[in-house]
């Protein structure tokens, strides 16, 4: 089976330019997860779809944050613009089951400068 | 809100010596996770923990849910260099189909 894709795996910008992350999930999960993990914490959710709906976007800072989910498979993450502290680690998580089964892709390590 | 609090942040020590990190919650949850994070990798599945005081052993990991399944912990024997990493608990919200983290053990074992 293979696993959660991601894209890039690294990005460089300068503060107020705009970003975009790709994920494709794992064939068949229905549920997509994209995390934000600051360095030296945990991920916090920012967005969970189920197909291709918005489940819970509560965390996500909607003044800079978006993200899609189209035909219910692959995703993507954008930031306009982006500021310093949105340096981080993006990382997509897909599910077959809730929080049963969940797989992680390798991230992608965004520098704000 | 659901939180997860995760002791110690950082540790390091020498290659053979015991360990144990503790997750720990004010709040009840169904079960909880352990997450290992490697450099430049996405979290991968150690073990899932579903009933009160429920013991589950992988390896020179052992794992252990609270009675109360509020707290668990995570010990590892003889641990070797392979074991660095950062180690997250992680358990869902009520209510909801998503996990929430606690802030990760950042463990080096020194050869």
């Known amino acids: 089976e293979a696993g959660v894709a991601q894209s890039p795996r690294y990005k460089i910008i300068e503060k107020r330019q705009s970003v975009a992350f790709w994920c494709n999930p794992i064939s068949g999960h229905a549920t997509l997860y994209w995390y934000q993990q600051i360095l030296g914490q945990g991920p916090k959710l920012l967005i969970q779809?189920?197909?291709?709906?918005?489940?819970?976007d509560s965390q996500l800072p909607k003044d800079r944050f978006s993200a899609e989910r189209l035909k219910g498979v692959d995703s993507t993450l954008k930031i306009q613009p982006a500021k310093l502290e949105d340096s981080a680690v993006y990382l997509c998580a897909s599910s077959r089951a809730g929080v049963y089964g969940y797989t992680f892709g390798s991230g992608t390590r965004l520098t704000v400068v | 809100t659901q939180l997860l609090e995760q002791s110690p942040q950082f540790l390091s020590i020498q290659e053979g010596e015991n360990l144990t990190v503790y997750c720990n919650s004010s709040?009840?949850?169904?079960?909880l996770q352990w997450y290992r994070q490697e450099p430049g990798e996405g979290p991968v599945l150690l073990v899932t923990v579903v009933t009160g005081g429920e013991v589950k052993k992988l390896k020179r990991l052992t794992f252990q849910f609270g009675d109360a399944r509020k707290d668990s912990s995570l010990h590892i024997t003889a641990a070797q260099p392979g074991d660095t990493g950062l180690y997250l608990c992680?358990?869902?919200?009520?209510?909801?189909?998503?996990?929430?983290f606690g802030q990760g053990t950042r463990l080096t074992i020194n050869p």
């Open positions: 709040s009840v949850f169904s079960s």
């Open positions: 992680a358990g869902p919200t009520q209510g909801a189909q998503k996990l929430v």
């Open positions: 779809f189920q197909n291709n709906g918005v489940v819970d």
